[in-house]
């Protein structure tokens, strides 16, 4: 039982937990009911699990020690409610007022904020600002109340891992804010040091989610016309501030942010380029951003920088044009703004072959798509992959294509057939590769006999 109230009394780690269980049910449902799974979805399900593994295991950790807490917190008769927290129900230790006039611990209303909540708990009321303001008054009267009953306070475990910062940090925080809307000399040194604290000190990337309207101040200096290591540095902040699980809906959903991170996909250095598409990538982990990202036409500035092959932007662009193409709206984008004949172009060229063609296996289950791929010449190049590689990841995404492209368009038997003839490609997969690729292969087999047959009926 004190297991579960250590989990129900932190936010940010049930909704963590929530999200986790959530995208394992979907892929796991993918992997069970769909022949056509791909092995990226294993690997997904895979880090899922470890994921909510490795915050069970945190938790069942602290467990023991919560346990001792909360006896020595109850061993006095019950508090007064007036000095509990309306979210843990215990005994405040830092009680603080919120811009809705409502009292909690520090510890636990902070972690609902950085969670991206931005109403109060209690009346539901949308917050004017997060700023959390020390109750004085009641802090001294439970510090008397516990001297009188000699209760102790619990281990500080029991409110969780505090995450805010010391208020000079605090204040040296929001004095860099402020000299993002000042002289060009300021903006730069206030945007470089922004860009280095967001890096080494996670808080700093709570901060940004806890306090509103700091996003929108540290897009400012992009509005006009742009520097180009200052757009380095704030588009950098932008994606250390996304790497924050907490953060994400907040950062995607700040109006001005997708659009900039747009005009920094066409106009930034490579350098800028590569960190704005990263920052895609990281938004993208939330199916809700997924949507969202793909509806601004984000998607077209990532093929075209795709297509530059610059080897410092390649795996960042793919990974966040593979993201984005989970949600199904944004493979019909994908293909509309041409991935497809960018994808086969690369892949031909040998540029990044085992990210480009987890796209395409992805993209093969698009009509269009499919249709692109066989006019394009796919199919030889699929079927040389599979001849050469030793990669099965690789094998098994070639051969669940060449599967979807042939049952779509019958004259690339012919290919098949003499491939067969020459080098049994397709039966020695059969034979020797993955239980996907075994049964990919099988089937453009039995195909490829009936076709004979056929022939021969005829």
């Not at 003499?418 to 239980?435: D, F, M, P, R, V």
């Not at 006999?449 to 021969?456: K, P, Y």
Request: hydrophobic share 40%.
């Amino acid at each position: 039982m004190a297991k579960t109230g250590v989990l129900s009394s932190d936010p940010t780690v049930r909704a963590r937990a929530v999200e986790l269980k959530r995208e394992l049910q979907r892929l796991v449902r993918t992997i069970v009911d769909d022949d056509d799974y791909s092995i990226h979805a294993v690997d997904r399900a895979k880090d899922a699990l470890c994921s909510l593994r490795e915050l069970m295991l945190n938790k069942r950790s602290t467990a023991t020690a919560t346990e001792t807490a909360t006896l020595k917190l109850h061993k006095a008769a019950s508090c007064p409610e007036e000095f509990k927290c309306p979210l843990s129900k215990e005994l405040m230790r830092d009680p603080v007022v919120l811009a809705s006039g409502q009292t909690y611990d520090r510890a636990f209303i902070q972690k609902w904020l950085n969670a991206g909540n931005r109403t109060c708990p209690r009346t539901e009321q949308v917050l004017s600002h997060t700023v959390l303001t020390p109750n004085h008054l009641l802090r001294e009267m439970i510090s008397r109340w516990r001297n009188r009953r000699g209760v102790e306070f619990p281990s500080p475990v029991l409110c969780g891992r505090e995450e805010g910062i010391a208020e000079e940090e605090r204040g040296r925080f929001f004095s860099l804010l402020d000299k993002l809307s000042a002289a060009l000399p300021e903006q730069k040194e206030a945007a470089k040091e922004l860009r280095l604290l967001t890096k080494k000190t996670p808080s700093f990337r709570a901060l940004f989610g806890e306090s509103i309207g700091a996003i929108t101040q540290l897009l400012a200096p992009l509005s006009g016309s742009v520097q180009p290591d200052l757009q380095e540095d704030v588009i950098t902040t932008l994606l250390n501030l996304s790497i924050y699980d907490s953060n994400k809906k907040l950062v995607a959903e700040t109006p001005m942010v997708i659009p900039l991170l747009m005009e920094a996909l066409r106009s930034g250095t490579i350098q800028t380029r590569s960190n704005a598409a990263a920052a895609l990538f990281t938004l993208s982990a939330l199916d809700s951003n997924k949507a969202l990202i793909g509806k601004s036409g984000v998607i077209k500035p990532l093929i075209d920088l795709l297509d530059e092959a610059h080897p410092l932007a390649m795996k960042d662009v793919a990974s966040a044009i593979f993201n984005l193409c989970i949600f199904h709206e944004n493979k019909a984008r994908a293909v509309r703004d041409g991935a497809v004949m960018v994808i086969i172009r690369k892949i031909m060229d040998g540029v990044h072959v085992d990210e480009l063609l987890a796209i395409l296996a992805m993209l093969s289950t698009h009509q269009r798509a499919v249709e692109e791929m066989g006019e394009l010449g796919a199919v030889p190049c699929l079927l040389r992959i599979i001849r050469e590689s030793n990669c099965e990841r690789n094998t098994e995404n070639c051969i669940a294509i060449l599967h979807t492209v042939c049952l779509n368009d019958r004259t690339k038997w012919k290919v098949l057939k003499e491939e067969e003839i020459t080098y049994g490609t397709i039966s020695k997969l059969a034979q020797h590769g993955t239980s996907r690729a075994k049964r990919k292969a099988n089937g453009i087999l039995e195909r490829l006999r009936r076709a004979i047959n056929i022939t021969h009926t005829a």
